[in-house]
């Protein structure tokens, strides 16, 4: 469904932040994961033995800052709401009586809450309860109401603190690390867009029409607003209109055109401004999984009080397929000689695909060296040596496996090639190397591949050779 934040995705592999994306989840917390996995599974996924230590840690997850828009002397402001999430790395593991604490004593003065079910209040204080905890990491399973408080100025500010605890881990106990979030009161406009509608079936070739609204959330008029939309490679705006300027840019991700309007438009407080007409997008032959990102921003150099909802998104899916091929090589030498082996990756359309909302490869080719050879050369920039069983390798070169990472996104007929330096150690009459296709984390197929079974491949070495 529609939800906040347009696709443009940098190479972190992250989108502009959601309400969601703005909790605090610490940049530890993927190696963490990948880690646990290590630890929790031995070779080729096997269970890790009943006396070997299994490791966990428990994370909070919560926004950094909550703006509030002011009320008046006699009436709160409007409500916000402040979702605080708790969860723990090792899905293998079960963690239960999740408990977090709420310290709400620095913003007494400051805001009004209204606590859930599932908190037990004493004073500014309150301990929640969360019976499961779950290691995905959703940030919803405490939710605060949040209002300034009657005549609470401008400016005022506070802050929440958060402690946690539950029952798992090898210790038994697990800790989160303590985190807080800055609450602030602040009066102007909180402009949102508004209206967006997901769009599933769409044909290629036609076009469709985007409705467009823009909200105000907040406490003082807008006095006119800026839009800037987005499109990536699949989609195109239909319509170019005068109080718009467009630009088309790959940015070195993926190809995506940008749409700047202005509107002189007033919209008071607790109004909505709805485009006239919409936004006609053209949904071209190649396109496939796309998004309609929408941001906005009040003009007349006025500050939006709550960035976190200044953007938007629609997904816009159309039916349409992308045959991923690979192509192996034949290749021979003697004993002690360097060999050159060029793989290669094409997408034989007619869809491109792009990761667009996460920044990932869009696949992930995975090379295991013939017996008899070594690796000497390989592309750094996109190839890592790992285990044959995808796990970590010291060293660069000799690796029995490489995994190589495809760009974030692959145009119809877009090719690929990797070139590896193989040293013929022994001659090995026809040895084999697999080459391997698959999404960028874990096996299996990709949905929108008709023929899956090319996505393998052979490099063979040494044809029809005497050993």
């Known amino acids: 469904m529609a939800g906040s934040s347009p696709f443009v995705a940098a190479r972190s592999g992250r989108a502009s932040p959601t309400a969601k994306d703005a909790m605090r989840l610490p940049a530890r917390v993927t190696a963490a994961a990948a880690l646990t996995a290590l630890v929790a599974l031995g070779p080729l996924g096997a269970p890790a033995s009943a006396g070997e230590p299994e ?6 997850a919560t926004p950094y800052e909550l703006p509030l828009p002011a009320g008046d002397a006699h009436r709160p402001g409007a409500a916000r709401a402040l979702d605080i999430g708790l969860y723990h790395d090792n899905a293998l593991a079960t963690v239960a009586d999740g408990r977090v604490r709420v310290d709400a004593s620095g913003i007494a003065d400051v805001a009004e809450i209204d606590w859930p079910e599932n908190c037990a209040p004493t004073g500014a204080t309150a301990v929640c309860s969360v019976p499961v905890v779950s290691a ?20 005022a500010r506070g802050t929440v603190r958060y402690s946690a605890t539950a029952t798992g881990g090898p210790d038994g106990t697990l800790t989160a690390y303590e985190q807080e979030t800055a609450v602030s009161v602040a009066a102007g ?53 005068p109080e718009c300027q467009y630009r088309a840019t790959d940015g070195g991700n993926a190809p995506i055109t940008f749409a700047t309007c202005t509107y002189d438009t007033v919209v008071a407080p607790g109004e909505t401004f709805t485009l006239p007409g919409g936004v ?12 309609f990102g929408v941001t906005v921003t009040p003009g007349g150099g006025a500050t939006d009080i709550d960035t976190g909802n200044d953007s938007a998104y629609a997904s816009v899916r159309a039916d349409n397929t992308a045959d991923f091929r690979v192509r192996g090589a034949t290749v021979r030498g003697a004993a002690g000689q360097t060999v050159t082996a060029r793989v290669r990756f094409r997408n034989a359309g007619p869809a491109w695909v792009a990761n667009l909302g996460s920044g990932d490869p869009v696949a992930s080719l995975g090379f295991v060296v013939p017996r008899g050879a070594t690796v000497t050369g390989y592309p750094e920039e996109e190839c890592h040596p790992t285990t044959l069983s995808g796990q970590y390798y010291e060293g660069t070169t000799g690796a029995p496996r490489y995994a190589c990472a495809l760009p974030i996104w692959a145009a119809p007929d877009a090719v690929r090639d990797f070139v590896f330096a193989l040293r013929v150690d022994t001659v090995v009459p026809g040895a084999t190397g697999a080459l391997t296709l698959t999404p960028p984390y874990g096996d299996g197929t990709f949905p929108f591949d008709p023929k899956p079974g090319n996505n393998k491949a052979k490099v063979v070495l040494n044809p029809g050779a005497k050993p």
């Open 189 to 241: 406009p909180d402009l949102a867009p508004a209206g967006l509608r997901d769009v599933e079936h769409a044909v290629r070739g036609s076009t469709l029409t985007q409705p467009v609204a823009v909200v105000n959330r907040g406490t003082e008029a807008a006095h006119g607003f800026t839009l800037e939309m987005n499109v990536p490679y699949g989609l195109d705006f239909a319509r170019r209109g």
């Open 55 to 60: 490791s966990d840690q428990l994370w909070l």
């Open 280 to 291: 006609g997008l053209a949904v071209r032959a190649h396109a496939m999984d796309e998004r």
């Open 136 to 155: 995905t990491g959703d940030a919803d399973d405490i939710r605060l109401t949040v209002r300034a408080a009657p005549g609470a100025a401008g400016g």
